[in-house]
C-alpha cells in the first residue's frame, strides 16, 4: 500500500527536520530542482532527492542530478551530504551500488525514517510496558465494543479517524471498564496504519507514571527517559511541531493531588495545577488527542474541558459501556478457550475478564463452576482491584483502600438507598477511621478515584457506589470481620438496609467455621440498638453448612432480605415481629422452628 506523493514528501520534510532541527524545503541549486534542501550550516548542506520511480534508468538520471548538484556546491566551498530515497528500493538493488560510489546515502522510506527517527525503537520498547495501571497485559485480542458519545456510538475505527485528522476525544469509564485496553489497542492500529503511510507516531503516555509533570517537555521527557530513548527526546520535540504525533494519555485523574472539599476555587485551580502539563501538550499538537480517566474526577464537564485545554467544539466525549454485552463476553470466553457459561452472578467488566483470563484454566473452573467460586472469586478480585488502586502512589497503606470502601459500605446501611450518595465530610471520615490519621492532600487525591465510586451528578463532588455488586461484596466483608473480630461497635448505628440475599451468603462461606462466634454475637443483641445487624447474623447463621440446631434462639424486631431455607433442616429457633422481603421454605423440616407475628412479602 502507498501514501500519495505529497504525503510521502511531507512525511521525509517532516523527519528531515526532526533529525536537524532546521526546516526542510525545495529548492533550485544551478538549475536543478530537489524535493528538500537543509542548510545546516553556511558552508555545509544536507540535499535529499525524493521518488517513487521504479524505472531504473531515470533513477539512475535523479542520482546524477544529485551529484551535479554536489560538484556545482563544492565550486562553491559548499559541502553537502545527499541523501536518495526511494518509495520502493530492493535490498540488493543494483543502484545501491551506484550511490555508495558515488558517496550518496540512498534508502528506502522505512529506512530513511528509521536513520532519522528510530520510531520503530520506540514502539517496540512501549508495547513492552504496560498501558495503565494493570502490569498483567492481556493476552486476548481486542473485543470490538461501542463507545457512547452524546448522540451516537462510536467504534475503535472511529477514534482512529478522528485521531488523524486533529479531533479530539476524551473517554470516561469507571474502573475495570477497558479505558487502557482500548489505548493499547489505538496504539496498535496507528501503528499500523503509520507502518503503511509513515505520516504520524503514536505516543501512549500513562499519566500516573509522569506524576507532578507540569509542561509538555517534561511530560515526554520523563516517559522517554523511562524508556531508554533519551536520544529521541529532541526529535519528539521537532515531530511535534511537524503535525507528527498523536499523544495517548491514560489516567488524567491519576497524574497529580489536590485538596478535596476544600473551596471550591481552591480545589479547581489544584486541578488545573496538576493538569498543566496535558493542557501544555493539547496546545502544542497538531494532530488529534486522545485522553482518557474516570468520570467522577471532574466536577463538570466545564471544568473537565478547561483543565484538559480541550475545546468542547472540536472534542468528542464518549464513555465506556459499564460492562461487555452477551455478544462481547461470548467473543471474549471463545479467545481464551472457556466453554462454560458465563456466571450469571459475575458482572461482565472487561477487567474482570482479564482477571478471569489470568487464573488458569484450573482455577478458573474452580471459581466459576464450584460450590464456593462466588465468593472466593469475589475476594481475590477485590484484593486485585484495591491494591492495583494502591500501586498507584505510596500515599495510602496497603490494605487501606479495602478497608476505606468496606467502611463505606457500612455507611450504606444507614442511607435511604445503598445507591445514595458519600458527602466529602463522609469519605473523609471512612479514612479517618479506617487509617487512623486524617487525610493528607496525596491521600486525598487517592479517595477523589476510589473504585466502584462514581461521580452523584454534574454539579457536586459528592460520590456514590455506581455497582451493587461491589456494595454486595463489601457489606459481606463487614459482617465477616465483625463476626471475626466480635466486634460491637455497630451494635449502637442506625441502620435501615438489611444485607441481601448475596451479601449474607458470601459473609456465611468466609465464616462457616465461626458458628459459635455468629451464635454468640446474636446473644448480645438483645438490647441493641441496632436492630438490622442481628438480622444480618442470623440470616448468615442460617446460610452456614451443617448447622441446623438454634438451641432455643429467640429473636424480634429485625428484617431480612431473601431468606432461603429450603431442603434444610431447622430446630430450636423463633423469629417475631420481623420482616421479610422472601422467604423460601420449600421442604424445610422444622423442630421447634417458628415465626410469629411477621410480615412475609413472598413466600
Known amino acids: 500500500m502507498t501514501t500519495s506523493w505529497k504525503g ?11 533529525k536537524w532541527g532546521i526546516p526542510a524545503r525545495p529548492e533550485t541549486i544551478n538549475g536543478i530542482n530537489h524535493d528538500c534542501v537543509i542548510k545546516y550550516k553556511k ?49 540488493i538493488s543494483s543502484l545501491r551500488t551506484s550511490c555508495q560510489g558515488l558517496n550518496i546515502n540512498i534508502a528506502s522510506i522505512e529506512e530513511f525514517s528509521t536513520e532519522l527517527y528510530d520510531y520503530e525503537m520506540y514502539k517496540n520498547r512501549r508495547i513492552e510496558k504496560n498501558f495503565g495501571s494493570d502490569p498483567n497485559k492481556d493476552t486476548v485480542k481486542y473485543v470490538h465494543v461501542k463507545y457512547e458519545g452524546e448522540n451516537q456510538f462510536y467504534s ?42 509513515l505520516k504520524f507516531y503514536p505516543i501512549a503516555i500513562n499519566l500516573r507514571d509522569v506524576w507532578g509533570a507540569r509542561t509538555y517537555e517534561d511530560i515526554v521527557s520523563i516517559h522517554l527517559r523511562a524508556l531508554g530513548l533519551s536520544a529521541l527526546i529532541d526529535p519528539t520535540f521537532r515531530l511535534t511541531e511537524e503535525n507528527n504525533l498523536i499523544f ?58 478547561e483543565c484538559l485545554g480541550l475545546a468542547p467544539n472540536q472534542t468528542t466525549v464518549c464513555k465506556c459501556p459499564d460492562e461487555f454485552s452477551e455478544d462481547e463476553i461470548s467473543a471474549y470466553l471463545s479467545q481464551i478457550g472457556i466453554e ?70 457500612r455507611m450504606v446501611r444507614s442511607k435511604t438507598d445503598q445507591m445514595d450518595p458519600f458527602s466529602v465530610y463522609e469519605i473523609k471520615q471512612a479514612f479517618q477511621k479506617c487509617v487512623g490519621r486524617t487525610a493528607t492532600s496525596d491521600s486525598e487525591i487517592m ?120 431442603n434444610k433442616k431447622i430446630s430450636n429457633l423463633i423469629i417475631r415481629n420481623s420482616l421479610f422481603e422472601e422467604l423460601n421454605i420449600l421442604k424445610t423440616t422444622s423442630c421447634g422452628f417458628c415465626i410469629r407475628d411477621s410480615i412475609i412479602n413472598k413466600i
Not at 531504473?56 to 551530504?81: A, C, M, P, T, W
Not at 475478564?353 to 474452580?366: A, D, R
Request: charged share 30%.
Open 8 to 18: 510521502l514528501e511531507d512525511s521525509v520534510l517532516s523527519l528531515a527536520h526532526a
Open 43 to 91: 558552508d555545509f548542506w544536507i540535499i535529499i532527492e525524493i521518488t517513487k520511480e521504479k524505472n531504473l534508468d531515470k533513477l539512475r538520471g535523479d542520482v546524477n542530478r544529485l551529484s551535479l548538484s554536489r560538484q556545482y556546491l563544492f565550486s562553491k566551498h559548499i559541502y553537502s551530504e545527499c541523501y536518495f530515497i526511494c518509495e520502493n528500493l530492493s535490498p
Open 156 to 197: 475503535i475505527s472511529d477514534f482512529c479517524r478522528s485521531l488523524t485528522t486533529g479531533r479530539n476525544i476524551i473517554l470516561l469509564g469507571d474502573f475495570g471498564t477497558g479505558k487502557s485496553r482500548c489505548i493499547r489497542e489505538l496504539f496498535n492500529i496507528l501503528n499500523d496504519i503509520n507502518s503503511t503511510k
Open 248 to 305: 495517548l494519555l491514560d489516567g488524567f485523574d491519576e497524574i497529580g493531588t489536590q485538596s478535596w472539599g476544600a473551596d471550591s476555587s481552591e480545589v479547581k485551580a489544584a486541578k488545573m495545577a496538576s493538569l498543566a502539563g496535558v493542557r501544555d501538550i493539547a496546545t502544542k499538537k497538531k494532530k488529534g488527542l486522545f485522553i482518557v480517566g474516570r468520570e467522577h474526577y471532574f466536577d463538570n464537564d466545564d471544568e473537565m474541558f
Open 340 to 409: 462454560i457459561a458465563y456466571p450469571k452472578w459475575l458482572p461482565k467488566k472487561p477487567l474482570l475478564c482479564e482477571y478471569i483470563n489470568s487464573l488458569g484454566s484450573k482455577k478458573i473452573q474452580t471459581l466459576l463452576m464450584g460450590d464456593d467460586g462466588e465468593p472466593e472469586f469475589w475476594s481475590h478480585f477485590i484484593d486485585k482491584i484495591t491494591d492495583r488502586d494502591s500501586e498507584i502512589s505510596t500515599a495510602l497503606p496497603r490494605g487501606s483502600i479495602k478497608k476505606v470502601l468496606i467502611e463505606l459500605a
Open 447 to 566: 479517595l477523589q478515584r476510589l473504585p466502584g465510586l462514581g461521580r452523584f451528578d454534574s454539579q457536586s463532588d459528592e460520590r456514590k457506589f455506581v455497582d451493587r455488586y461491589l456494595i454486595d461484596g463489601l457489606i459481606s466483608e463487614d459482617i465477616t470481620r465483625i463476626i471475626k473480630e466480635a466486634d460491637t461497635s455497630c451494635f449502637s448505628e442506625d441502620w435501615i438496609n438489611e444485607a441481601s440475599k448475596k451479601s449474607v451468603y458470601y459473609a456465611a462461606k468466609f465464616s462457616n467455621n465461626s458458628q459459635q462466634a455468629i451464635y454468640s454475637l446474636i446473644k448480645k443483641t438483645e438490647n441493641s440498638k441496632n436492630t438490622i445487624i442481628k438480622g444480618d447474623l442470623l440470616h448468615t447463621l442460617l446460610c452456614c453448612d451443617n448447622n441446623d440446631d438454634f438451641k432455643g434462639l429467640e429473636i424480634s424486631d429485625t428484617c431480612f432480605s431473601k431468606v432461603d431455607v429450603s
